[in-house]
């Protein structure tokens, strides 16, 4: 049973809609990031959360929003989708119990049309 | 900021190879280094770390050793199976908590039998 799961996992998307990805965690973990992946540049930080209703940006916040309402959930949101935003997104949990191992989800990938 | 850079893009070995993939850092003080391991169609997956000068970390066959001389954390495998291709991922934690992780780019590893 995954720990970290995502949806949806797959998505197709207008330029200029709106998407959330959606993010729920059973490891009882504080930290919760999001995370960018694209060939040739590898994980990027987009937004991360160390407790619920509260977020820090990362390394390439621009164009996105997160929410975190609890605990184990943590959303991230585009409102206005754009083409450069297609991509793979993965979440991820940690806490300091596990050494700040990161557990990720299998990943949301985003096509923008 | 915090960087990590991994030399190879690509690497193509024939089963019982040896596996070097150079991962090298730059980050004042003592960082946490880590490897992950993604395997097509799932997230990223902890392999090992390590904290501190000198310490290796090792799992499944893999290894690698910190360096602050050389600020890397190069991994290396003697014997290579097929069931290893996959893109492996060398990062560094934030100072202080760990919490956050910054990724390279990612090596993508392929072994023919």
């Known amino acids: 049973e995954a720990a970290v799961t995502q949806s949806p996992r797959s998505k197709v998307a207008v330029t200029g809609g709106k998407v959330t990805l959606s993010c729920h965690q059973t490891n009882n973990h504080d930290y919760m990031y999001w995370y960018r992946q694209d060939t040739g540049h590898g994980l990027r930080l987009i937004h991360y959360s160390y407790v619920a209703d509260s977020t820090e940006k990362g390394d390439i916040p621009d164009g996105y929003k997160a929410s975190r309402p609890s605990q184990e959930n943590f959303s991230l949101i585009l409102e206005l989708a754009s083409l450069s935003q297609t991509a793979v997104y993965f979440c991820a949990s940690s806490d300091q119990n596990s050494g700040n191992t990161l557990y990720f989800g299998e990943g949301s990938r985003l096509i923008v049309v | 900021g915090d960087s990590v850079t991994q030399t190879e893009g690509q690497v193509a070995l024939s089963e019982e190879d040896f596996l070097t993939i150079h991962c090298n850092y730059s980050?004042?003080?003592?960082?946490?280094l880590f490897w992950y391991v993604q395997y097509p169609g799932e997230g990223p997956q902890f392999l090992f770390r390590?904290?501190?000068?000198?310490e290796k970390g090792s799992s499944r066959g893999f290894e690698a050793t910190y360096d602050k001389g050389t600020t890397s954390f190069h991994l290396r495998k003697a014997s290579v199976q097929e069931s290893d291709s996959a893109v492996y991922y060398c990062?560094?934690?934030?100072?202080?908590?760990?919490?956050?992780?910054?990724f390279g780019k990612g090596t993508k590893l392929s072994v023919k039998s």
């Open positions: 980050a004042s003080g003592y960082p946490a």
């Open positions: 990062a560094l934690g934030e100072r202080g908590s760990n919490a956050k992780l910054t």
């Open positions: 390590a904290s501190r000068d000198k």
